[in-house]
Every structure is written in C-alpha cells, then in structure tokens.
C-alpha cells in the first residue's frame, strides 16, 4: 500500500528556506525559494500552485523528455501531471495510474503517465511497454522511478514534492536535473519563474 512508503529525504529544508516567509506572491503561483544552482526550490501553498507549476513544466518540455516524480502519498504527484497535461492541451480528466500502471493522454505531446510502485522486477518493465514509452517522442512523467532508476536514461528532470510540515496544506517541490537536456529544461523552468 502506498501509504507505507516514504519519501527518502526530499522534505529535507535547505537553510533560509523557510516557505512561511515567502508569502508576497499569490498563493496560486509556485514560489521561489533560495536554492544552489542545480536545485530549484519552490513552496506550493495550495494545489493551484502545484498545477501551476505542472504547466510551467509543460511549457518547456519537448519530445523523449522525461520527468520522474517521487513524494509521499498525498503530496501532490497527480495534481502536478494535471497541471502537465493542462500545459500540453489536454482536456480530460488525469487520474493515478496506480492500477493501471500507465495513461495514456493525447496533447500537444503524448503524456505518458507511468507509476511504478506496485512493480517488483525489472522484467516487469518490459511487459509494461515502459521503452516504447519513452522512445514514441512524447513526454514520459513517471512515480516512483527511484524503485528501478536504471529503467530508462538517466538525463531527466527529478520532481521531489513533500508536505511542509505535518498536518500543513503546503507542499515543497525540489527539482533537480541530470544531464544537459533537463539542465536546459530546469534553466528556462528557473528564468520564467523569476519574471
């Protein structure tokens, strides 16, 4: 049950991070929060936020990206892809593919949207059609990638969302990139936020 699982250190606070100060801005729009350079830091104060910022993801996104996604149940990871497939053009309703595995959406892009926390080998990967997936030219977003992180290549945008505190309504999301085309994805993702 996916209750169970934990988030492996993405709530983890980085010094003067504190999303209760950064309240100038609209709760509907992601805030900045001071981060390195290869980490951008926001505060989602309510869900709109956290669509948001799916569709400021979608903005920048391309075909054969890949974005992995990894928070705690409740944290906001099926809300983020709404916010994705909004920003792809796409109308219908994004449901958890917790059972089904992989939805499919059409947009501007094909969303693939993959979990894989119910998986348990590798070899599972195959029957699931997760590198057809990620070679049909399309946006490829999946949960929990960190079961199996060799399951596809390793340049993608790393989503970690988590709870502000217990029992807050915020959220935290740290984004990372690994590899020169999520590192232009996260650059032109940290430009638009700051305008």
Known sequence: MKAAKTSSGSGTRRSGADPASHT??????PQRLPSPPDLL???????????????????QCQ??????????????KTCLVGG?????G????????????????????????VDLYRLHEPAELS??????????????VIEWLDRFPDAVPNDRLQVSLDFVSLG??????EIRAAGPRSQARLLALS???SR
Do not use: M
């Open 24 to 29: 100038r801005t609209s709760r509907g729009q």
């Open 41 to 59: 830091l926001l505060s989602l104060a309510t869900p709109a936020a956290t669509q948001k910022l799916g569709r400021l993801l979608a903005a």
């Open 63 to 76: 075909g054969g990206d890949l974005i992995a996604l990894q928070g705690p149940l409740g944290a906001g």
């Open 84 to 88: 994705i497939a909004r920003g792809l």
């Open 90 to 113: 796409i109308a219908e309703a994004i449901t958890s593919p917790s059972f089904a595995l992989l939805n499919q959406y059409r947009g501007r892009l094909a969303l693939h949207h």
């Open 127 to 140: 029957e699931l059609g997760l590198w057809e997936a990620a070679e049909s030219g399309g946006l490829l």
């Open 168 to 173: 807050a309504s915020g959220r935290t999301a």
């Open 191 to 193: 430009q638009q936020l």
